[in-house]
């Protein structure tokens, strides 16, 4: 019998909350998947049931668990919840351009932005990194949450070894690098682990990293978002009211195609786009000091202002930040004086303005019942 079929037959004596169905048979189980002794799997549930549902979960995992060869198990709920009637009509003035509701998603949180990138490659990761760091030097109470579940990267760009521990109940405590508050997948599975999660489980981790984390109070919230417009990036942009997003691309067309997607992903549910940055801009040669466009440069400026939105800046390519990168040394906070620092310093400093002034377009109201 495979591991698959053992961990079936462990949850057939489990029961769905209506106590006549087997978790097994029940259709709710997403695709169960295993790595290195390591199972993975949701359980689809009604979302006025996922309180009565935690002990399934938890007795789910004990099931897997028990099933020789495997080591250990991670299951978690998913649920979807349309709006009562009242609740959408409360939201119409927003969706219509009005004021945006007054509640936050995130308990202490002021501003929520969104790193994202059309396409990997770019250099998001390093740039939402430098971003949250740059903005911490400005002296404000900063947080990161890598939403990358498939590529988490904020572990090795902070290096960050060991696991959160726990504040109460399911709450985790953030990690903490460089006076920042830090979450990833990557704290909780192996570095070397495949991520093979269908949507409703990459769903259900960030929702989870994003409202069972004990943030506090931070000023922003940097989100390093996943590359592309998948699911993953359209339930971030439906379901927290992010003040804004920073798009990420490197000057060449190739990328700035990609870019365009993602501006009009997050024009299109309404999430304000607070500019476009353009990394690996240039590169100087340290030898003979000599500049060669490698990419080409200034198209991702060009194409901020064809389409109408503010461009924040540019980033070199530069060994400088790509080895402190992979040393998990951040340019902004180890060579704070150095040129590379300042361009991240002037394009935070020009993101805060903007998330201050409130000039961005407000972000629709995000409704909660």
Request: charged share 20%; hydrophobic share 45%.
């Amino acid at each position: 019998m495979s591991d698959k079929n053992a961990i079936l037959a462990a949850l057939e004596r489990l029961m769905m909350p209506d106590g006549k169905t087997s978790l097994a048979r029940s259709g709710a189980l997403s695709e169960i998947v295993l790595h290195q002794g390591k199972a993975y799997f949701s359980i689809s549930v009604p979302a006025n049931a996922v309180a009565a549902s935690e002990t399934l979960r938890k007795a789910a995992e004990e099931a897997a668990r028990a099933v020789p060869g495997i080591v250990s198990a991670l299951v978690t709920l998913t649920a979807e919840k349309a709006p009562s009637p009242q609740a959408a009509q409360a939201a119409k003035p927003a969706a219509q351009g009005g004021p945006a509701g007054a509640k936050v998603a995130v308990a202490g949180v002021k501003h929520i932005i969104a790193v994202a990138s059309g396409k990997g490659g770019v250099g998001k990761s390093t740039t939402a990194a430098n971003l949250a760091l740059a903005l911490s030097s400005k002296g404000l109470k900063v947080g990161v949450l890598d939403a990358d579940i498939y590529g988490p990267s904020m572990p090795k760009l902070f290096a960050i070894h060991g696991k959160p521990t726990l504040a109460g109940g399911r709450v985790l405590n953030p990690m903490e690098g460089y006076g920042l508050k830090v979450m990833s997948i990557g704290f909780l599975v192996d570095e070397e682990a495949a991520m093979i999660w269908r949507g409703p489980m990459v769903i259900s981790a960030i929702q989870q990293m994003l409202r069972e984390v004990a943030w506090g109070e931070l000023d922003v919230l940097v989100v390093d978002m996943p590359p592309g417009t998948g699911d993953a990036q359209l339930t971030m942009a439906q379901n927290v009211p992010l003040a804004g997003a920073v798009i990420v691309s490197t000057p060449q067309d190739l990328a700035l195609i990609d870019a365009r997607r993602g501006v009009a992903m997050f024009r299109k549910v309404e999430v304000p786009i607070l500019g476009v940055v353009e990394n690996m801009s240039t590169f100087i040669c340290p030898s003979c000091g000599t500049r060669h466009d490698i990419f080409g440069h200034g198209g991702a400026k060009t194409e901020a202002e064809r389409i109408g939105v503010p461009f924040l800046g540019e980033v070199p390519l530069a060994m400088a930040i790509r080895e402190r990168s992979d040393a998990g040394l951040p340019i902004v906070v180890t060579e704070p004086d150095g040129p590379h620092a300042a361009a991240y310093r002037a394009i935070a400093d020009k993101v805060w303005t903007i998330l201050e002034s409130g000039t961005q377009k407000a972000a629709p109201r995000i409704v909660f019942d």
